[in-house]
T-cell receptor
């Protein structure tokens, strides 16, 4: 089974600070996706990374796919309260399904 | 544009009662459809997925079943709910061809509390 492990499980920071969330696997993934989920809602896609070593930026969010395509990171610069949420990484596995990590709960306080 | 809806949004049911959660997708044809369950603040567990009408694959043994009576309709059911069935249920879809390289789109979710 291809597992995705996310760390840390929980992160609480002050507004303006930076943070990094990690997604690691022992298996190679053809692509990885990052989602953000707010309480009581479904996850919403932030980005898909496909190429090993790829870096994508979405405003203050920077996503990186590891060279070996086994890991990915999400870095948020100058976090704001609106960044609060559950961040999930996910990757496609055999059978056309999507494997999700357990998620990192991020809380940004004013 | 494509949209996905699921209902009801919240549900409180007694142990032993039946369950029916419904999900419909609009604006696309032949989607792959999925039911996920999520524990509070944690990741998603795939319960069922379907690549076509009447075609259902179950990922984990459980007290639930799924049906796809129409191309864009996916239903999650139970004949007798257990306390452990409580959770946040999410319906989702991807374009035909599955997950690889495709975005998965989620419904709004349904909170089920079994009492």
């Amino acid at each position: 089974t291809q597992l995705l492990e996310q760390s840390p499980q929980f992160l609480s920071i002050q507004e303006g600070e930076n943070l990094t969330v990690y997604c690691n696997s022992s298996s190679v993934f053809s692509s990885l996706q990052w989602y953000r989920q707010e309480p009581g809602e479904g996850p919403v896609l932030l980005v898909t990374v496909v190429t090993g070593g790829e870096v994508k930026k979405l405003k203050r969010l920077t996503f990186q796919f590891g060279d070996a395509r086994k890991d990915s990171s999400l870095h948020i610069t100058a976090a704001q309260p609106g960044d609060t949420g559950l961040y999930l990484c996910a990757g496609p596995i055999v059978g056309g399904k999507l494997q999700f990590g357990a998620g990192t709960q991020v809380v940004v306080t004013p | 544009s494509q949209t996905i809806h699921q209902w009801p949004a919240t549900l409180v049911q007694p142990v032993g009662s039946p369950l029916s959660l419904e999900c419909t997708v609009e604006g696309t044809s032949n989607p792959n459809l999925y039911w996920y369950r999520q524990a509070a603040g944690r990741g998603l567990q795939l319960l069922f997925y379907s690549v076509g009408i009447g075609q259902i694959s179950s990922e984990v043994p459980q007290n639930l079943s799924a049906s796809r009576p129409q191309d864009r309709q996916f239903i999650l059911s139970s004949k007798k709910l257990l306390l452990s069935d409580s959770g946040f249920y999410l319906c989702a879809w991807t374009p035909r061809g599955g997950m690889s390289g495709n975005t998965i789109y989620f419904g709004e979710g349904s909170w089920l509390t079994v009492v």
